[in-house]
Every structure is written in C-alpha cells, then in structure tokens.
C-alpha cells in the first residue's frame, strides 16, 4: 500500500500536469518553429510528459486512493 508521502507527491504531479495543459502565456505568440507554431510544440512536449508521467503512475503509484494510509 502506498504511503501517505508518495500519495501527496503523484496528486502533485498529476496537479502540474493539469496546470500546464494549457499554454496560457503562448495564446499570443505567433512565433513558428520547423514550420508548427510554438504553442503546437508546447502541446507535443506536454503529452510526451504526460505520457511518461502516467507510464511511470502504473509502475510504481498504481492503487494509490484506493484505500487507507499505510504506516
């Protein structure tokens, strides 16, 4: 079972994911880059993290909120 530390540390994690979804501060950047704008960029890079992130969740965090707090 989980500790109450790693819990604490994938909700964070899955928490910065969320928050940066979305690109807010590149709404207005119309700067392109081999030929995608920027914000296209951030989105690929995004789901590469994300990717990694849920990948490594089913390795190691799987079963996390599914229960009581171990000791």
């Given at each position: 079972?989980?500790?109450?530390t ?39 890079g ?13 390795q ?12």
């Amino acid at each position: 079972m989980p500790t109450r530390t790693a819990s604490v540390a994938w909700g964070a994690a899955f928490l910065l994911l969320a928050a940066l979804s979305i690109p807010w501060f590149l709404w207005n950047d119309s700067t392109v880059v081999a030929g995608f704008p920027v914000w296209l960029w951030w989105h690929i890079g995004w789901m590469v993290l994300a990717s990694i992130t849920f990948a490594v969740f089913t390795q190691r965090g799987w079963g996390v909120w599914m229960g009581g707090w171990s000791a």
